[in-house]
């Protein structure tokens, strides 16, 4: 075929179409790949290597990554180096550090070599020297305290949940009770317009007495449980010989690392991972879990599926279905596609000004003017960022809507309208159900951008850590009004904010591969829904 017939029918912007296609699915792979290995790869537990250096210093740690020398440039000479994780933060200032190749004089994988996942400061990696129960010590040498300290750390797990349930449970019920006799004290001061209510006060002064005097029971409960779990130390020496004394109970995990069979790093990893996905963050969100991002994105991609939908698909309804088309409509949809490209932060701060400040600020002085100056719903909270993203999601629903409802055949309006069935009769059983698969199109690409966005939820409720989670077991168990945490934002954090740059690294690459997991299950779940709904209606709403 002649090169003018095949430019004239289309043939070279085919190939240029495919093999963009091609290019794009090759970085997108790529991308995930480099994610996936970074990010998987990080919780397997390395062995732990000694390094003597030429002026005598020895190191122990994780050889994490390995480096070219320079051969010209204004880094021409640089030898090859190696970078190890030595932990031990507390010690030496910092869990990573750069060795030339050209100062190591010997390798080694001493078998003796633990490496401990603690509270506080990152890991430990030394060697056990002895354990102890107060003055009592219970073993010493590094086999002997190996054997004895595990039952220890299986126990510290069960007292640090013990803890944790007392503060959570007894203590918070407490202090929840507390809060609520103030306010409501304080509620009966506003309402008294001058009237003697000294009867009120004294009555609640006395609950409050009872209170705290439980609050004081419980407290001490929890120093007595608290210094029982700390009694047992192990020591550990660093590379150098410098001991440090750990308490068992900041233990989390702990494991002799050149000691490990193949299960045994399985069983490793496996811990590490379940500790990922339902642990709580600490040391500054770069070690410990993300559970309560996790919590807070679905909780938030829920929230504002809910709020965007049903107003996208009722706007779509009535610009397509009952307005009628003229200048004022073209008008409309010219300013739901502007709004489609309006930039997120935008919309972050009209969130911040609308939703939090005029209605959370509105809400406070009308319902509870007992709890201000503190505000309620007058900051930020996971209700209002919802509805900022779902005001950012909405043009998507409104466009992709309206394209399915234009899809559906007017054959079937007329057959349905002349059976007799009602204008909304018709939208709701015909019309409708045939366009849900191009409505599901709408919802899943809401839910993609909304579960990514982060800049507009900066301004509008997520925060760096909430101790308290939406939804909880205190009355009334959903509360829309607290902040949360989000993935986007986690990685955003962890990635630009920590103190700690390189031991945050993984921790983004993890957290990246659970929100593209979570986004890829939310928008199964609506494909799937979606092509259910395809095959029972035949029609070219898509």
Not at 18 to 45: D, E, H, Q, R, S
Not at 113 to 134: D, K, N, Q, S
Not at 349 to 377: A, M, S
Not at 389 to 401: D, E
Request: overall charge neutral.
């Amino acid at each position: 075929m002649p090169m003018r017939e095949m430019v004239r029918q289309g043939d070279p912007a085919i190939w240029f179409t495919g093999t963009a296609l091609g290019i794009c699915l090759l970085m997108i792979t790529g991308m995930i790949v480099l994610i996936l290995v970074n990010g998987l790869g990080f919780f397997w537990p390395k062995p732990l290597t000694r390094l003597t250096l030429a002026d005598g210093t020895i190191v122990i740690g994780e050889v994490v990554a390995h480096e070219a020398g320079k051969r010209d440039g204004a880094e021409a000479g640089r030898p090859d180096r190696v970078q190890l994780k030595v932990g031990n933060r507390d010690l030496v200032g910092a869990d990573f550090r750069w060795i030339d190749e050209t100062q190591i004089t010997a390798r080694a994988l001493p078998p003796e070599a633990i490496y401990v996942e603690r509270r506080e400061y990152g890991p430990f990696i030394g060697t056990p020297v002895r354990l102890t129960e107060g003055e009592k010590e219970l073993a010493k040498g590094p086999d002997a305290v190996w054997v004895a300290l595990q039952p220890l750390i299986d126990k510290a797990d069960d007292d640090r949940e013990g803890i944790r349930q007392i503060e959570r449970d007894e203590v918070g019920a407490i202090n929840a009770a507390i809060e609520e006799e103030r306010l409501a004290m304080r509620s009966a001061e506003l309402q008294a317009a001058g009237a003697d209510i000294t009867a009120v006060r004294a009555a609640s002064e006395r609950r409050l007495a009872e209170l705290q005097e439980e609050y004081a029971g419980v407290e001490a409960r929890l120093a007595t449980l608290v210094e029982q779990a700390s009694r047992t130390h192990v020591t550990l020496a660093a590379a150098d010989g410098t001991e440090k004394e750990l308490a068992t109970l900041d233990i989390f995990r702990a494991y002799m690392a050149n000691q490990l069979s193949f299960a045994g790093r399985t069983r490793v990893y496996a811990g590490r991972l379940w500790e990922f996905l339902s642990g709580d963050p600490r040391e500054s969100n770069t070690e410990g879990g993300i559970f309560p991002a996790i919590f807070g994105t679905v909780m938030m991609v829920i929230l504002m599926s809910l709020l965007a939908v049903p107003f996208g698909v009722l706007a779509a309804l009535y610009i397509r279905e009952y307005a009628r088309q003229g200048v004022l409509v073209r008008l409309v949809r010219i300013g739901v596609n502007n709004l489609a490209g309006v930039p997120s932060i935008v919309f972050g701060v009209f969130g911040l000004g609308f939703f939090v400040y005029f209605v959370g600020g509105t809400i406070d002085r009308t319902f509870f003017p007992e709890r201000l100056p503190t505000p309620t719903f007058g900051t930020g909270g996971i209700l209002w960022a919802s509805l900022t993203l779902g005001l950012l999601t909405v043009p998507v629903v409104i466009v992709a809507s309206e394209e399915a409802l234009a899809a559906v055949p007017r054959s079937m309006r007329e057959a349905s309208l002349a059976t007799g069935a009602t204008k909304f009769q018709t939208i709701m059983r015909v019309v409708l159900p045939a366009a849900a698969p191009g409505i599901l199109t709408g919802l899943i690409l809401a839910m993609a951008r909304g579960a990514g966005e982060v800049a507009p939820l900066m301004i509008t409720g997520v925060v760096k850590l909430a101790p308290d989670m939406p939804v909880d077991g205190v009355a009334p168990f959903v509360h829309l009004e607290r902040k949360f945490m989000h993935l986007g934002y986690h990685i955003y954090d962890v990635g630009f904010q920590s103190p700690n740059v390189e031991a945050a690294k993984p921790m983004v690459y993890a957290t990246t591969i659970l929100l593209l997991v979570i986004v890829v299950a939310l928008n199964l779940t609506a494909i799937i829904v979606r092509s259910h709904l395809r095959r029972r209606y035949h029609t070219g709403a898509f």
